[in-house]
């Protein structure tokens, strides 16, 4: 391999650029605390790293004073070896850094073993050799000298990349790369162990909030490695620029689509390296880049409350791992007890006393995303009635990290050692819910109901009343109830308004679900199995609902909150699970009258027999059949022959008026919504038993042609406004654009 060394010494930030030849990548190395260095009087290196440096052999050095470790680039290659993945690859996939030990100069070296297994081949690694040389301790620090090889190797194609376009409707065309993004991994100041990794899918939106609250989570002095891969800052919104300038990102903002970039801080105190793979605008074939050593000195000062032996597990936990934000802060650790929960309300006007509230343990399940489960906890412990509410744990596969928070947190972690279905499989998901469910009726075995609870949703202040609260309709109404959410699908600002209102529908559990034990034991005897292509809570719906209900309130008491997972994209989360609220009002007490069966039946074909009739003469995308203001019931008939109807004419309405366009949130047929002050209801005929047709003129049932769902999904609501940014690099004209990294445009 040669490299040309090109000098630019009028660039004030010392940018340096590196030219592979044959390849058609510039290398940018940037800092202003770094520059290229030849040192021939560096200390002598131990035998099995002293290699003959050429003559001019340029070795990156930063400006810092005490002795430093140099070493040849040559190093880099010896140290991992990658095989060039397929070209044409159509994800590109982000590795973590490999976990290593410190150690002497004098000592071998030894393979370096990959966190993460891809399926694909096309790969992103990033590997940290640690060599301490030596070490300074004081009372309250200690001085640590490290070589750190930041190792990237992988594919930058552009072959089959797709043009992300934000269209009007704010949807994204073509098929989307789900593995763009960045890769975020933190490493101990202390012994160079890898203490957090995660990816963030940033080439989707909604991932930039994630990647926020993981930022700020990270404690001040760990070493953070930021990996963007192609394409990873196009929904970046300004809130996420600003944590990566705070942090010394510089070089990577002017990355183009399909260029990489890597960021090395040291959190809170000073940018260690950064660098930015730019490719040739004239050349799309695969393109394989290493990137030179880095070589750092830090300090790393100690938490004093870690010397406290009251506080030695957590303190063992917090060096071990990070991502917990103040529940490891090196200064004002957060407090976090049942003890400083509050109790239930003095009176949830229900006319019982404190003896007789039910005990309702809560599930929590995850598989990895453990500091989701932590901020959980923190919500559940600072909500009335939490401090006394039983949780477990429900953890998919063994983790040794969720064992040592559940000692801390003195809560029960039960560990899923013999999942059967395949990782990252809707299978997988499928029997880990089926275990959590099964292992909470078990461990709690004199309880009556159980709340499944997933890892990532945020809980309003109400969530535990609210589920006792609406308990009682469970207990009278078995029969008629399979569960209650604490979800609702169509809740949107112009939806959703009484935080007392709930509703029957016909749905399935969803995002935090309370269940009686007969019925969580007939779920158990028949659920999804592996040989069938279903998600478990569909497979519920169509096994067990029958012609029962399921109670939702009109203000959801979870919010999903994520983007990129199983289910959930990062295009979905932005367009309507962002948009949906939480109840932020505390001791909300629900509105309970007439919810029983009998009466919510009686009450319905009442509001139908008043409501204004409203006849649909023009498109509803193009003129809302109903005023927005006028504090009124409304009904609007519409042509259902069932809910497998392809395509279903309440898709169309709900496209129009902003709702969400589930088939299943009804009550035998009936859609009921509110619409700003008004009330609608959407009835589909003939399948509803409430559509009488003998009484309606079948002339008024609203029955859309296929050109009007063709104008349907043109012209739908738009809930968001976010729009992706591409920079795509372009030939300079000057060398001074490519220097400055300013040959690109947007579109």
Request: net charge positive.
């Given at each position: 391999?040669?490299?040309?060394?090109?000098?630019?010494?009028?660039?004030t930030?010392?940018?340096h650029?590196?030219?592979?030849?044959?390849?058609?990548?510039?290398?940018?190395?940037?800092?202003?605390?770094?520059?290229?260095?030849?040192?021939?009087?560096?200390?002598?290196?131990?035998?099995?790293?002293?290699?003959?440096?050429?003559?001019?052999?340029?070795?990156?050095?930063?400006?810092?004073?005490?002795?430093?470790i140099?070493?040849?680039?040559?190093?880099?290659?010896?140290?991992?070896?990658?095989?060039?993945?397929?070209?044409?690859?159509?994800?590109?996939?982000i590795?973590?850094?490999?976990?290593?030990?410190?150690?002497?100069?004098?000592?071998?070296?030894?393979?370096?073993?990959?966190?993460?297994?891809?399926?694909?081949?096309?790969?992103?690694?990033?590997?940290?050799?640690?060599?301490?040389?030596?070490?300074?301790?004081?009372?309250?620090?200690?001085?640590?000298?490290?070589?750190?090889?930041?190792?990237?190797?992988?594919?930058?194609?552009?072959?089959?990349?797709?043009?992300?376009?934000?269209?009007?409707?704010?949807?994204?065309?073509?098929?989307p790369?789900?593995?763009i993004?960045?890769?975020?991994?933190?490493?101990s100041?202390?012994?160079?162990?890898?203490?957090?990794?995660?990816?963030?899918?940033?080439?989707?939106?909604?991932?930039?909030?994630?990647?926020?609250?993981?930022?700020?989570?990270?404690q001040?002095?760990?070493?953070?490695?930021?990996?963007?891969?192609?394409d990873?800052?196009?929904w970046?919104?300004?809130?996420t620029?600003?944590?990566?300038?705070?942090?010394?990102?510089?070089?990577?903002?002017?990355?183009?689509?399909?260029?990489?970039?890597?960021?090395?801080?040291?959190?809170?105190?000073?940018r260690?390296?950064?660098?930015?793979?730019?490719?040739?605008?004239?050349?799309i074939?695969?393109?394989?880049?290493?990137i030179?050593?880095?070589?750092?000195?830090?300090?790393?000062?100690?938490?004093?409350?870690?010397?406290?032996?009251?506080?030695?597990?957590?303190?063992?936990?917090?060096?071990?791992?990070?991502?917990?934000?103040?529940?490891?802060?090196?200064?004002q650790?957060?407090?976090?007890?049942?003890?400083?929960?509050?109790?239930?309300?003095?009176?949830?006007?229900?006319?019982?006393?404190?003896?007789?509230?039910?005990?309702?343990?809560?599930?929590?399940?995850?598989?990895?995303?453990?500091?989701?489960?932590?901020?959980?906890?923190?919500?559940?412990?600072?909500?009335p009635?939490?401090?006394?509410t039983?949780?477990?744990?429900?953890?998919?596969?063994?983790?040794?990290?969720?064992?040592?928070?559940?000692?801390?947190?003195?809560?029960?972690?039960?560990?899923?050692?013999?999942?059967?279905?395949?990782?990252?499989?809707?299978?997988?998901v499928?029997?880990?819910?089926?275990?959590?469910?099964?292992?909470?009726?078990?461990?709690?075995?004199?309880?009556?109901?159980?709340?499944?609870?997933?890892?990532?949703?945020?809980?309003?202040?109400?969530?535990?009343?609210?589920?006792?609260?609406?308990?009682?309709?469970?207990?009278?109404?078995?029969?008629?109830?399979?569960?209650?959410?604490?979800?609702?699908?169509?809740?949107?600002?112009?939806?959703?308004?009484?935080?007392?209102?709930?509703?029957?529908?016909?749905?399935?559990?969803?995002?935090?679900?309370?269940?009686?034990?007969?019925?969580?034991?007939?779920?158990?005897?028949?659920?999804?199995?592996?040989?069938v292509?279903?998600?478990?809570?569909y497979?519920?719906?169509?096994?067990?609902?029958?012609?029962?209900?399921?109670?939702?309130?009109?203000?959801?008491?979870?919010?999903?909150?994520?983007?990129?997972?199983?289910?959930v994209s990062?295009?979905?989360?932005?367009?309507?699970?962002?948009?949906?609220?939480?109840?932020?009002?505390?001791?909300?007490?629900?509105?309970?009258?007439?919810?029983?069966?009998?009466?919510?039946?009686?009450?319905?074909?009442?509001?139908?027999?008043?409501?204004?009739?409203?006849?649909?003469?023009?498109?509803?995308?193009?003129?809302?059949?109903?005023?927005?203001?006028?504090?009124?019931?409304?009904?609007?008939?519409?042509?259902?022959?069932?809910?497998?109807?392809?395509?279903?004419a309440?898709?169309?309405?709900a496209?129009?008026?902003?709702?969400?366009?589930?088939?299943?949130?009804?009550?035998?047929?009936?859609?009921?919504?509110k619409?700003?002050?008004?009330?609608?209801?959407?009835?589909?005929?003939?399948?509803?038993?409430?559509?009488?047709?003998?009484?309606?003129?079948?002339?008024?049932?609203?029955?859309?042609?296929?050109?009007e769902?063709?104008?349907?999904?043109?012209?739908?609501?738009?809930?968001?406004?976010?729009?992706?940014?591409?920079?795509?690099?372009?030939?300079?004209?000057?060398?001074?654009?490519?220097?400055?990294?300013?040959?690109?445009?947007?579109?």
């Amino acid at each position: 391999m040669s490299y040309r060394w090109i000098n630019q010494s009028r660039l004030t930030n010392a940018l340096h650029c590196i030219h592979r030849k044959g390849k058609g990548e510039l290398v940018h190395h940037i800092s202003p605390a770094y520059t290229w260095h030849f040192s021939p009087s560096s200390p002598p290196l131990p035998t099995h790293l002293s290699q003959t440096l050429p003559l001019g052999h340029l070795t990156p050095l930063p400006f810092i004073h005490g002795d430093m470790i140099t070493a040849p680039l040559d190093l880099l290659h010896s140290i991992s070896t990658s095989r060039s993945p397929p070209k044409n690859a159509e994800t590109h996939k982000i590795g973590a850094i490999s976990r290593c030990r410190q150690r002497s100069l004098a000592g071998p070296s030894g393979p370096i073993k990959d966190l993460w297994r891809h399926r694909s081949h096309t790969t992103v690694r990033i590997k940290i050799v640690c060599v301490s040389r030596f070490t300074r301790q004081t009372n309250t620090q200690s001085r640590r000298d490290y070589l750190v090889t930041v190792h990237y190797v992988g594919v930058c194609t552009r072959t089959n990349c797709y043009n992300k376009v934000a269209n009007k409707t704010n949807m994204v065309k073509g098929k989307p790369l789900k593995d763009i993004g960045i890769g975020a991994s933190v490493a101990s100041q202390y012994q160079m162990i890898l203490l957090y990794s995660s990816v963030f899918k940033t080439g989707m939106p909604a991932a930039a909030a994630m990647l926020e609250r993981a930022l700020d989570a990270i404690q001040p002095g760990r070493i953070l490695i930021l990996l963007g891969v192609p394409d990873w800052m196009n929904w970046l919104q300004d809130d996420t620029f600003e944590r990566l300038v705070s942090l010394g990102c510089r070089l990577g903002l002017h990355g183009a689509q399909g260029e990489p970039s890597l960021l090395v801080t040291h959190k809170g105190h000073r940018r260690l390296a950064e660098m930015l793979i730019t490719v040739d605008p004239e050349k799309i074939e695969d393109q394989l880049v290493d990137i030179a050593p880095v070589l750092f000195a830090l300090n790393a000062p100690s938490c004093k409350w870690h010397q406290d032996p009251s506080y030695s597990a957590r303190a063992t936990f917090c060096q071990m791992y990070d991502g917990y934000g103040d529940f490891c802060d090196c200064h004002q650790p957060l407090h976090i007890s049942p003890k400083y929960a509050v109790m239930f309300p003095p009176r949830m006007k229900l006319d019982i006393s404190d003896d007789e509230i039910q005990t309702i343990p809560i599930a929590l399940v995850t598989a990895k995303r453990l500091t989701n489960v932590l901020r959980q906890v923190q919500q559940l412990w600072s909500i009335p009635g939490g401090g006394v509410t039983p949780l477990a744990i429900f953890v998919d596969g063994y983790n040794p990290e969720a064992e040592q928070l559940g000692n801390i947190l003195n809560i029960t972690t039960i560990f899923h050692y013999n999942n059967p279905a395949p990782i990252g499989s809707k299978h997988r998901v499928n029997q880990h819910i089926k275990f959590s469910l099964k292992g909470i009726l078990q461990l709690y075995s004199d309880v009556d109901k159980v709340i499944i609870l997933e890892d990532d949703l945020v809980l309003a202040s109400d969530f535990i009343s609210y589920f006792h609260q609406a308990a009682i309709l469970l207990d009278f109404e078995s029969d008629s109830l399979m569960c209650v959410n604490a979800y609702n699908y169509n809740a949107f600002p112009h939806s959703a308004h009484d935080p007392s209102k709930i509703y029957r529908v016909q749905s399935y559990p969803y995002y935090g679900w309370m269940v009686k034990r007969k019925e969580a034991e007939s779920m158990l005897k028949n659920w999804a199995p592996l040989h069938v292509d279903a998600d478990w809570d569909y497979f519920l719906r169509k096994m067990h609902l029958k012609e029962r209900q399921v109670i939702i309130p009109e203000i959801p008491r979870t919010r999903h909150e994520g983007g990129g997972g199983m289910h959930v994209s990062g295009v979905i989360q932005e367009l309507t699970y962002n948009q949906r609220p939480l109840n932020m009002i505390p001791n909300v007490t629900l509105d309970l009258r007439r919810t029983w069966l009998f009466a919510y039946s009686l009450d319905m074909q009442r509001a139908l027999d008043e409501a204004t009739f409203i006849n649909i003469t023009h498109h509803p995308c193009e003129k809302e059949p109903i005023p927005r203001n006028k504090n009124s019931t409304y009904v609007i008939y519409i042509r259902v022959l069932g809910e497998t109807d392809k395509p279903h004419a309440w898709k169309l309405i709900a496209k129009c008026l902003g709702f969400y366009p589930d088939v299943y949130e009804h009550f035998h047929g009936i859609y009921s919504v509110k619409f700003f002050s008004a009330t609608l209801y959407v009835v589909g005929c003939p399948a509803s038993p409430y559509c009488n047709e003998f009484q309606i003129d079948p002339s008024i049932i609203y029955t859309p042609t296929a050109e009007e769902f063709g104008y349907t999904h043109r012209h739908q609501w738009i809930r968001s406004n976010l729009t992706a940014e591409i920079a795509v690099r372009i030939k300079p004209q000057y060398p001074q654009e490519e220097f400055a990294l300013t040959n690109f445009i947007y579109y």
